[in-house]
């Protein structure tokens, strides 16, 4: 007679057994897709849509499409950095921080995470299209085909891949604000509720999330140079790796913010308060960069990476709560 005690105690170990291994796998998927990279490039893009002067903020229509951006959003930037680790399969390996990745580990392989990557972002920017408009899906298709198949070679090649990658980077700004607008051309004006816009507005928020990645990555690249330099990645601005010279391109950078930072507030995006906000911020990222002009060594980075960490959720936020009262 068989035992039904041993049968019970095989199932629930069969049944555990599948349930950490479908936990594994969701795991990967959310790494395939760096979630929280990814996170924060669809945060800006949501913030720049509900920054559009035809966005009711407070509107149930509006939280719907704003969940219908998030997904679609989530999607894009999925596809991308997906085949950003397949692609990078061999270099992640060979880094400590990238070495746990998925197709890096062997954990999936490179024609997989290329599935992942083609379903997802022909469904993102399918619905790009379908729940917004043809321009904001065009932005996405050409965001996603600039990171997955310029920046990520390019790397390799040149340390312009930084000014290349800066693109996509910034883009999600722009293709929230079409996203709500329908407006890409830069020149003229367009009514709102019988006020007057610049069709330019949805550049100056580009231009500010631009501008934000040269100091932000190369602190980045100088906390992680050992990294980089065993993977090959050019990604400094001098090839004798953390200078002088890249210090100061990241104070220029952060120096040429300031400015830019006072558009919105002149281009009627935001209010007054918004402007001493963003000001402040713009200076904290100078003083930052210009201390590690100064001290040139690692802390001194990691001080403006944190910086940057903090700098672009404070000045989205401080606009789009500037703009709701």
Known sequence: MVNKQYIVVDNLNTSSSTSLRVAQKVKDYFQL?????????????????????????????TVIKVIELFIAGMLVTGSANAINQAVEKDTDALMKRTAKRPVAAGRMTQDEAYIFAAIAGVIGVV???????????????????????????????????????????????????????????????????????SNGAGWVLFAIQFLWQFPHFWAIAW????????????????????????????????VLMIPVGILPYLFHISGQVSLWIVLACNI????????????????AARRV??????????????LLADKMN
Not at 35 to 44: A, D, G, N, W, Y
Request: hydrophobic share 50%; net charge positive.
């Open 33 to 61: 897709m760096k979630f929280t990279l990814s996170f924060t490039v669809v945060f800006s893009c949501v913030i720049c849509y509900l920054l559009a002067p035809n966005v009711q903020v407070n509107n149930i229509d």
């Open 127 to 197: 619905m790009m299209y379908r729940v917004f408009n043809m321009s904001s899906a065009l932005l996405s298709a050409f965001s996603l085909f600039l990171y997955a198949f310029i920046y990520t070679p390019l790397k390799k090649v040149n340390s312009i891949a930084v000014l290349v990658g800066a693109l996509p980077g910034a883009l999600p700004c722009l293709i929230g604000w079409v996203a709500a607008t329908n407006i890409i051309n830069p020149y003229g004006v367009f009514e709102v509720n019988g006020n007057i816009f």
């Open 223 to 254: 906390v992680a140079h050992s990294d980089y330099s065993k993977a090959g990645f050019k990604l400094l601005p001098a090839d004798k790796g953390p200078t002088r010279f890249t210090a100061i391109q990241a104070v220029m950078y952060s």
């Open 284 to 299: 904290g990222m100078v003083v930052q960069s210009l201390r590690l002009y100064k001290d040139m060594n690692v802390k």
């Open 305 to 318: 990476m944190f910086s940057s960490y903090i700098y672009l959720p404070v000045v989205l936020l401080a």
